[in-house]
């Protein structure tokens, strides 16, 4: 069902600086330090540091500050959102310089909230220790928990920590690609003393390269696959999960009824896997792809879908409990000028949604591509 928003508005178009100064592509949501908005882009900054990525924060008016540009020797590439704690912040990049600017298999890296003092923490070697790390970080203990999307012990992902205050790194499970799942996109969820994530390919019974796990693991190393998807109950998480007491919420970027995505749930033991909505049951205009996790705001969860909705470029919806679905707005509907291709998903700071498109949004004042349309994406605010 389609709900048509005016309270929808973009608040920053990244290419606003010619050739991307300003960032460019962001993956990754944001997150909320006392009113201030803070995230990354994948590529962009000023073309004689290579474009490998910036960290900015923005404010809920819209004024947009770079605070560091990744020049490739240090670190490049920020595929996800940073995280805050106590005046630092946190995060990973799936490149560094090891083998040249902007190649090299990832970092995590610090910096002050203010964009000084950036370090690496810790640079992952291709081997063991992981590769390219694609998720957002967690705290736990004075530890950064998170995963990387391949290398380990199968070359299959692993999920590791990191000292806060050395750097320090250890994996704590090296996916295998058989029944304990392959190819971790997605970053943990501490509940209750242990880590629950998702992999996108694997699953219990059946090859690597199939349809995905809910897996818990935890402090300590130990593993558990909760449940291995099988195509009709989704397909291929891509995205972390909520937790609302016993009951963990995700996203699924295939599978369900019509093979385009689905909402589902699962208790943290495992049990009563439910597909709360799949995706393509109202045409692909309810959205398709729904590749970012979801955020809870009083009884409802909301969303973005990369693809689908009524221009085809994506959507933000909302799901109740029950599995009622409403379409809050369609990106590309206006063009390409509200953004297009959300990857990430949504934060909730006072009863508006704040969230990023990966392209789409108009260059002010000028565009350095042809015509009046820049594709180096947007950040965009919605009223609920």
Known sequence: MHHPSSRYDVLFNFGSNAHGYDGADPLAGL????GTLYGTTAFGGPINQGGYGTVFSITTAGKETVLYTFNGDDAAFPAAAVVYINGTL???TAGDGVYGPGYGDGTVYAMHIDGTNFRVLHKF???ADGMYPMAALIAVKG???????????????TV???R???GEERVLHSFSGGSDGAYPLAGLTD????LYGTTQQGGEGRSAGDSGTVFRVSENGTETVLYSFSGPDGAFPRAGLIVDRDTLFGTTGGGGAASLGTVFSISTAGKNERVLYSFGSDSSDDGTAPVAGLTAVKMLFYGTTYSGGAAGYGTIFSVSKGGREHVLHSFGADYTNDGIYPEAGLINVQQTLYGTTYEGGISEPSCPRSGDVCDYGTVFALEL
Request: charged share 15%.
């Open 31 to 34: 997150i909320d330090v006392s």
């Open 191 to 194: 509940a209750k003393g242990s």
């Open 143 to 157: 530890r950064l928990y998170g995963t990387t999307y391949q290398g380990g012990a199968y070359n299959e992902g």
């Open 160 to 162: 590791f920590s990191v």
């Open 125 to 127: 070697t291709g081997g």
């Open 90 to 92: 946190y995060g990973t």
């Open 164 to 166: 806060m205050t050395d």
